[in-house]
Each structure stands twice: as C-alpha cells, then as structure tokens.
C-alpha cells in the first residue's frame, strides 16, 4: 500500500511539473507529440487499487510580495486518424467510458481546479493585509520624524533660553545714568519686601529696571528701616539714587498726626490768641512735596468736604443718614476722621485724599465692636461716635469710663447733658467755662439749649473713648466737675453735692465763679 501511494504521488508531482513548467521543443510542440509518440501506458493494477481512491494535493507555497504564475493550459495529444480513443470500456450506446482509476484522477484534477480557481481571492487579501502594513510602517515613519523634529526645536529652544539667561547673568541690568527728573509719588505698602518695592519703583518709571533697584536695596542696610507710607521720588535716577532717597527720610509724604479731640477747622485759645491748627490745616501742609512745594490747600479740603457726595467722601452706610442731616455743610465729616496717624497720596485730588482718610477711619472705629455696642446703651453706631467725641472733649483717660455712664444716664432721664465742650464748638475761640450767652445761643451742637446729642460729633474721638461710651462703667452717676490743676475729677448724683464740688473749684482757680458751671 505504501508503495503505490509514493508511486502515485509520484506520477501526480510529475504531471503536475509538466503541466505547469512543459518543456517546449520543436517550436512549442510536445516532443511527444512531435515524434506522434503514444502518451505512456498506465502501470498495471492502478486501476483496480480502490485505496487510491483520493490523491493528496499539494502547492507550492506563495508569498504575499512575489505573485504566482499564471497556470497555463495543459497540452493535449492530437490523436491520429485510425487511433483509438484511450484505453475504456464502451458503454451500451458504443461511447467509450473512462477507466475508473482515470475517473478518479479527473474528479481529483477538477477538484485542484476548483481549489485553484478560489487561490486568486487568497492573494487579493494577502495583497490587502500587506498594503496595510506597509500604510502603517509609513505613518509610523513619518510619525518618528514629527516627533524627532519637535524634540531638537524644543532642545533649541532650551539651549538658547539657557545661553541667554547665562548671558544676562554676566551683563549688569538695565539702570539710568541720571540725574533724577519730575517726583512721582510712590507707596510702600506694609510687609512689603525689596522685591515688592523694587516692583512699584520701576512701575512708576522711576528706575530703568526692577534688578538695579533689588541690588542696590540689598546693598543699603537702610532699607530695613523704610516705613510703610509715600515716597516722592524722581523718575529716570539711578538705582542707587532712588534707594538713598527711599531711606533718606525726607522723601516721605502724606503723612499726618490727628490728635485726639481736634476739631475739622482751625480754633484760637481765648487767652492768649494761639490757633489751633485743624484736621484740615494739618492735612494740607502734609500735602505738599517738591521743590515747588505742589499742596492742596486749607480752602479746598474745606469745600470738598462739604460735597453731598457722601459716598465718593466715604461716609459709612451707618452715618448716613446722622451726616446728612447736618445744618453745616463745612462740619459733616466732623468725627469721621479718627485721631491717630495717617498716610494718604498726596498726589490725589482733596476729596481722594478725605475719601482715604474717612475710609481708614472707618476701619479703624468699627475694629473696637462700633456695630455691635448699642446692645448696652441702646445707641446707634453714630450716636456712639457722637457721645465718644464729647467723652474726648470732657475727660481724661481714667475717667473715661465713668463719663461715657453720666452721659448714658442723662439720656435715660431726659435730663439735659449742659456740656461747656457743645457750647465752645461752633465758637471760633475756645475756654474751659462759657458765657451765659454762650450758652442760651441756640444751635445743632449746643447741649445747655436742647435735649439730647449733638447733631454730629464736636472732635476726633480716640479709641480709648470710643471703648469707654461703648462699655461705659457701672454706676448711678449724673455729674462731674474737675475740682483741681492736677485734674482730679469726682462724681456724683446729687445735684446738691454737685454744687458744692463746683465751688470747690471755683476756690481752686479751675472755675471762674462769674461763670456757673453744669457739667
């Protein structure tokens, strides 16, 4: 059995290397044929052997980039005249039959045509396998090269920031040669740094870079001790210029002490003549700066302070309505700017610089509780401020407390306060004791005429007596009278004992005894 199958696996390779390579002799011909040679008889028992039934079929293998041959046409033998058909068994009609062996063969061969007919769409789609691979070794080609190019941009791009900040390292920075030109206001803000100043400096162009002005700050051990508040300095100096000018001292500007109890305008003292400067006074001299001493001016912080623009002055929304019912104009803000020490642009328009300083007042009163106070003394937020300014006015610090009670318990009595201090406010001369006529003058301030406070406050009260009218001490008491030069003030709730203490001071020089006195 093994034998005929290598033999017949022989003949079909033979037929099939003749079929698909023929040798071609004698212009094309089959030599076979050419020498009209029969074609080679079958080896006997081929065809009675039924375990060859199905042939093995084997192909040479095709690879996708090298494109099979085209079959050709197997060369058939011409039979001659006379020949007879090849071997067979007639049938009943007297047509010849093929041997079943070599019908076999032929249900063998069409069976390999068949599989050779469907070969041409195994190609196709190798072919199409193949052409994608190719498109993607392409895109991954060109994708290598995209992201080659973007690495060496970015690597020049690196190296040339890196030369360049190397060069700058070496290379001084930019810097005026001077002199100095035009002063420009600049502000040095609290906690802020060389850097930060630096910054701000060349802002306002006055040096040529923020670098020249840090390494000359750090140069200068003065700069640890520049304060917060405005600096005039020239444009175009040179760094070193602007940082001695910065902690020269001189340069600062804007900057103004409120005293505790000063009044908007200015007053005179009524026994020796003195003036006593203003808020406003005060303001406008800490104004000026430069050599041609640019201000603004008494009269012009005056009218800008009479604006019925309360919110552009900066008038809080709880002193609205306190502040514009005031029959003085001119003594609206009266008690809004708060005593202590201010900085403001001196650069600004006079009502930019009241706005700032109202603002910062503001602040300032509402840190201590402002708001929040009335719970105890059944006060708004303004009439706190109000009665604080006449505390400032009428007592030292350590009675501060116990005049802030006098004043919440006259209220509460309807009893009224009669304080000198309302009386000398709208006066242009100021005394410890008032006239009679002082004091039967009727106006919006004067507490011997009317009942209750003042229409606005009559000074700058300090924090210490905006604490004190906010918690006022415990106590019954509805007078006061300081009874001696030391300043020693005692009181009481007895209007009899209240009279005796006044004549005390009388005797003590405190009290002119022409001049009652009913505080």
């Known amino acids: 059995m093994t034998d005929r199958w290598a033999r017949a696996e022989e003949r079909y390779r033979a037929r099939e290397a003749d079929r698909r390579y023929p040798r071609r002799d004698d212009w094309g011909l089959d030599p076979r044929t050419a020498r009209d040679e029969p074609p080679a008889a079958e080896p006997p028992g081929w065809d009675d052997d039924d375990d060859t039934n199905v042939i093995p079929r084997y192909e040479d293998e095709v690879y996708d980039d090298e494109p099979e041959p085209e079959p050709e046409p197997a060369a058939v033998a011409p039979r001659r005249v006379g020949q007879r058909p090849p071997a067979g068994r007639a049938g009943a009609d007297g047509r010849a039959k093929p041997e079943r062996g070599r019908g076999k063969e032929a249900a063998g061969r069409g069976k390999e045509a068949a599989g050779r007919g469907k070969a041409p769409s195994g190609r196709g789609k190798r072919s199409r396998i193949a052409s994608r691979k190719a498109a993607e070794r392409q895109r991954r080609r060109r994708n290598l090269w995209v992201v080659g190019a973007v690495l060496v941009v970015l690597f020049v791009s690196a190296a040339g920031f890196a030369g360049y900040k190397l060069m700058s390292s070496f290379a001084p920075p930019a810097d005026f040669a001077g002199p100095p030109g035009a002063l420009v206001v600049v502000q040095v803000h609290s906690g802020d740094t060389a850097t930060q100043i630096a910054g701000a400096m060349h802002d306002r162009g006055v040096v040529a ?46 900057n103004v002490t409120v005293s505790e109890g000063r009044l908007l305008h200015d007053k005179h003292d009524a026994s020796t003549g003195g003036r006593y400067d203003g808020i406003y006074r005060k303001v406008a001299q800490a104004s000026c700066y430069g050599a041609d001493k640019k201000c603004v001016t008494y009269e012009q912080l005056d009218a800008a302070g009479a604006s019925m623009d309360l919110a552009g002055l900066g008038v809080p929304e709880w002193a609205m309505k306190g502040v514009r019912e005031s029959p003085d104009r001119s003594r609206q803000l009266e008690g809004l700017i708060a005593a202590g020490n201010w900085d403001f642009d001196p650069s600004g328009t006079p009502q930019q610089i009241l706005r700032q300083l109202v603002t910062s007042s503001v602040q300032r009163y509402e840190s201590t509780g402002l708001l929040q106070s009335g719970a105890t003394t059944s006060l708004t937020p303004y009439q706190t401020l109000i009665a604080a300014s006449l505390v400032e006015r009428e007592a030292k610090p350590q009675d501060m407390g116990k005049v802030a009670r006098v004043i919440v318990n006259r209220l509460e009595v309807d009893q009224m306060l009669q304080f000198d201090s309302t009386v000398n406010y709208t006066l242009d001369t100021t005394e410890v004791a008032t006239t009679n006529a002082d004091r039967a003058t009727e106006t919006a301030w004067n507490t011997y005429a009317m009942q209750g406070l003042p229409v606005t406050p009559i000074a700058a009260p300090s924090l210490e007596a905006l604490r004190a009218m906010e918690n006022p001490e415990p106590g019954a008491w509805l007078y006061f009278v300081t009874v001696d030069k030391e300043g020693t003030t005692l009181f009481t709730d007895s209007y009899q004992e209240h009279l005796r203490l006044v004549t005390q001071a009388q005797r003590s020089g405190i009290l002119d005894s022409s001049r009652p006195y009913g505080g």
């Open 209 to 254: 870079s923020r670098e020249a002005f840090y390494e000359a700050a750090v140069r200068n051990a003065g700069m640890n001790s520049v304060q917060p508040g405005y600096y005039a300095v020239g444009v175009n100096s040179p760094a070193a210029d602007a940082v001695a000018t910065l902690v020269g001292g001189k340069s600062r500007v804007g």
